[in-house]
């Protein structure tokens, strides 16, 4: 089992696991047209964290760092059906968390989460509340009717993963 953060460069094997992870979101959001999932997981200025297994996709999250605003912006996130439960969405809240702070230097995430993924997500430490201000953020983000905006601070110090 591995955790892995790729993005569009071109290398096969990011390549094939991007088109994995397509294909986990598409059936778990279906909601989401299928294109507009292409685009944004092959979008080069968007990242992909993922659960690799006997090297497949269990799942993963897409977001876009917005490096100047210091906050990142998650797109996707979806674990397989019959991997759910199973403490992989919380392992890969945390890899995200861990590669954002270290590696992209952001500091907060928003995203626009669907209805039955809010309790998930205050599990991850996010909240209904907007503290971030907002300047930092308005007109960054892609408005999405349908969800509810939600955020949560990247503790500064705290070892997310081991
Ligand atoms: N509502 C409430 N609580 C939940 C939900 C949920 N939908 N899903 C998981 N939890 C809880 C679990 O019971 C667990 O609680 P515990 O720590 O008290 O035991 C905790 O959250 C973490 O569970 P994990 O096993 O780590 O989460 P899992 O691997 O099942 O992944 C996920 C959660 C990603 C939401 C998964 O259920 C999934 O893929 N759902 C379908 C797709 C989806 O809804 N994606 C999010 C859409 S919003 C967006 O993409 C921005």
Request: charged share 25%; net charge positive; glycine share 8%.
């Amino acid at each position: 089992l591995k955790f892995v953060c790729v993005s569009n460069d071109g290398v096969d094997e990011h390549m094939i696991w991007l088109i994995g992870l397509k294909n986990v979101f598409a059936k778990q959001l279906p909601n989401m047209p299928k294109e507009y999932l292409v685009r944004l997981v092959m979008d080069r200025t968007h990242k992909s964290v993922m659960v690799i297994r006997r090297n497949l996709v269990v799942g993963g999250i897409t977001y876009r760092p917005h490096a100047s605003q210091k906050f990142g912006e998650i797109a996707f996130l979806a674990i397989s059906s019959d991997e759910q439960v199973k403490g992989y969405g919380t392992r890969l809240m945390n890899h995200l968390k861990q590669h954002a702070r270290d590696a992209d230097g952001l500091t907060h995430f928003l995203t626009y989460a669907d209805n039955n993924a809010v309790g998930y997500f205050i599990k991850q430490g996010f909240t209904k509340e907007i503290y971030l201000e907002k300047d930092r953020w308005q007109g960054y983000i892609k408005d999405y009717d349908g969800g509810i905006l939600m955020e949560c601070k990247i503790n500064p110090k705290l070892p997310y993963t081991d």
